[in-house]
């Protein structure tokens, strides 16, 4: 369960404690965008081909008419049609999992949850392997058909939790076993009709990978990203609200199911987005708002922003791991995440005194 | 005024130009792939092949010098291309990925299979075509519905073919076709020993308890076809469908091929772990064909469709006559 008056206590270092709130708040959100962009401008040069940040200017620069001299086609596509969106996606990716997994985990008042709770990783995955396995090819179709398997378990979700709203408790299991099922019926697609190279191909999205980051979806993710984030940041007081028990929530005023209603559909939607373009990448959602905290403090109205500029440097920095450990050979990142992430969880428990 | 007047002249002639461009002038091959139109700056000179198959392929046809780099290793090259290959770059001796393959700047991408063409590996056809990269595929993942009596065989001839015209390697096409036809002919001239049909049973390899045989659009279904012999799973349509041993007890082969995977190593790879498998495994330990060991043995990767594929039939052929089942 969460403890917000115990997180208080043992998260925010006395000294910031003592500034005065806004001067702490500001100079932190600073840093952290800081950080942020700086990452996003070293992760751009690492990689498998060298890319210097003046080829990055020379191309921006390009784009804009001014005159330089332009790098040759393969090169600029190379740059900006590869990696920058894929920097672009790590941190929108990274930042949409920690947003949703810290409002699935104030909706849920489980610390353990994160966005797949809601089973839309395992409606992506079966609407992914239709696509592939069945034939319709990779590219683009992938993506879309694992947003088309997203919004359906969505739509059976809601169908289902319309009674009574979404207590976190018929929250959790609904979305357990609709998740379970959709695996299911992944794991019986890629089976019985999956030749070994197809069946291959598809386990690399199903680990996480943001090789296929491209322009669109990345723009698309941004506006949705950003919105829901918003929307999501709009809910502070509610999500504040929430960790304390539903009834608790509805005693101080809040429209419980009306907000939960909003908040899953944006956090469904955001998870939607992000999985149906690099698969199901695990373990930021589950951690970062935890790390969070432990900058923020527990008040949502600082842990969600803070969750999303933590969320997109750590995938920035373990895209750029997975994409270099081993090369030229790309490890899925989802693969890097657990690897990170479950040391670092361990600390965090650690830190709160639970282990 | 007298600037824009030239410019203007100048945009004329080059939507002139262009006009042209889509008429084969001397400069551009293109040959069909798969769906697509392939077109290359003739001859491609930094092709990049996608797979072993590929890579093997563009190497017999002579065509290293003008490779830029090869991807995807599951054995050691055959030796006679052993020379070649070590002249052309290694990207990666896993999946190539869409960086690796930009890198080095391609004007012509080949592959056994479509989905090398995908974001998750190195990009779609359409992205890579307006890079100005030909993406080829071979012909024997794409069948046409139109022509459904042409096979493996055929479709790796018609491959030799494109990739000899987009690689100026015309002369060595031929050659390697001709030599393939030789094959085949000498091949469908057995005199087999039996009258009822042989059935002939292609085990490429056992995963996970699931064993995996050529069906019937195979380079061993073609074989088959070739020899007059009886593919016992041709009426599967699927290259390498993924059986049970039921089924292939169910089906009473009279003769067993292992693919020899040894150099892959996963467990069950080399010809004796197959065997042994077979052995023990009840449901076919008591074929004839296991306990008389009617096996024939030939390289896995000869198998799939490739250059190397004709060796696999003149294997087949040998293997009949030392099993007794043709002259």
């Keep these: ?355 | 005024m007298q600037a824009f007047k030239s410019k203007y002249r100048l945009s004329i002639a080059f939507v002139a130009a262009t006009c042209f461009a889509s008429v084969s002038w001397a400069g551009t091959v293109t040959v069909e792939s798969c769906g697509m139109d392939v077109t290359v700056r003739a001859p491609a000179s930094a092709i990049v092949t996608l797979d072993q198959a590929s890579t093997e392929t563009m190497l017999g046809l002579g065509g290293a010098p003008r490779m830029a780099g090869t991807a995807y290793l599951k054995t050691q090259v055959a030796p006679q291309y052993k020379e070649a290959w070590e002249s052309v770059p290694l990207l990666t001796k896993g999946r190539p990925t869409a960086e690796i393959v930009r890198v080095v700047e391609p004007d012509l991408l080949v592959a056994y299979s479509g989905f090398f063409y995908s974001d998750q590996w190195v990009g779609s056809r359409e992205e890579l075509k307006e890079l100005g990269v030909g993406t080829y595929i071979s012909a024997v993942s794409c069948p046409l519905a139109d022509q459904p009596d042409l096979n493996s065989f055929d479709l790796l001839a018609r491959d030799f073919e494109n990739l000899g015209r987009l690689s100026g390697q015309e002369a060595e096409a031929q050659k390697v076709i001709a030599a393939q036809n030789d094959a085949i002919e000498a091949a469908s001239k057995l005199r087999l020993t039996r009258d009822e049909p042989i059935k002939v049973l292609w085990l490429y390899s056992v995963f996970e308890g699931t064993p995996y045989v050529a069906g019937g659009p195979s380079i061993p279904g073609a074989i088959s076809n070739i020899a007059g012999v009886e593919n016992v799973f041709g009426d599967v349509n699927e290259q390498w469908p993924g059986v049970s041993w039921e089924a292939i007890a169910d089906r009473e082969p009279d003769i067993i091929v292992l693919g020899d995977l040894s150099e892959r190593g996963s467990p069950g790879d080399t010809v004796e772990e197959k065997i042994a498998m077979l052995t023990t495994e009840p449901g076919v330990s008591f074929l004839d064909a296991v306990t008389k060991e009617q096996f024939i043995s030939v390289p896995g990767i000869e198998m799939d469709p490739s250059i190397r594929s004709v060796n696999t039939l003149n294997l087949f052929v040998k293997g009949l006559k030392r099993l007794g089942y043709a002259e």
């Design chain 1, 1 to 355: 369960m969460l403890d917000p008056a115990a997180d208080l206590a043992s998260s925010i270092p006395a000294e910031i404690a003592r500034l005065p709130r806004g001067l702490g708040g500001v100079a932190l959100t600073l840093l952290g965008v800081g950080a942020v962009l700086l990452s996003m401008v070293l992760a751009v040069q690492i990689g498998v081909a060298e890319v210097q940040f003046s080829d990055l200017l020379r191309i921006v620069a390009t784009r804009l008419g001014i005159d330089v001299e332009p790098l040759g086609r393969m090169r600029e596509s190379l740059i900006w049609d590869l990696r920058v969106p894929r920097i672009l996606a790590a941190a929108l990716v990274g930042a949409a999992l920690a947003i949703c997994g810290a409002v699935l985990q104030a909706m849920t008042g489980n610390a353990l949850a994160d966005p797949y709770l809601l089973g839309i990783s395992g409606g992506a995955s079966t609407g992914a392997v239709f696509v592939v396995i069945l034939g319709f090819g990779g590219g683009t179709l992938l993506s879309t058909g694992a947003f088309i398997g997203a919004m359906v378990v969505l739509a059976i979700l809601l169908l289902l939790l319309r009674k009574g709203g979404g207590t976190p408790l018929k929250l959790v299991l609904t979305g357990v076993i609709i998740g379970q099922f959709f695996s299911a019926v992944t794991s019986l697609v890629v089976m019985a009709a999956g030749d070994a190279e197809a069946t291959r191909g598809i386990t690399y999205w199903l680990l996480g990978s943001l090789a296929t980051a491209r322009w669109t979806p990345v723009l698309l993710l941004s506006i949705l990203t950003i919105g829901g984030g918003l929307v999501v940041w709009a809910h502070a007081h509610v999500l504040d609200a929430m960790s304390f028990g539903s009834d608790t929530a509805q005693t101080m005023g809040v429209n419980v199911s009306r907000s939960r209603l909003i908040l899953l559909v944006v956090c469904a939607l955001m998870t939607a987005v992000a999985v149906a373009m690099v698969g199901a990448i695990g373990f930021v959602g589950l951690i970062i708002p935890h790390a969070a905290r432990l900058i923020s403090g527990p008040l949502h109205v600082t842990l969600i922003p803070f969750s999303a500029l933590l969320g997109a440097i750590l995938l920035i920095w373990t895209d750029a791991l997975a994409r270099t450990i081993l090369a030229p050979q790309e490890i899925p990142v989802g693969v890097f995440t657990a690897l990170i992430g479950v040391p670092l969880f361990l600390l965090l428990l650690r830190r709160r005194g639970d282990l």
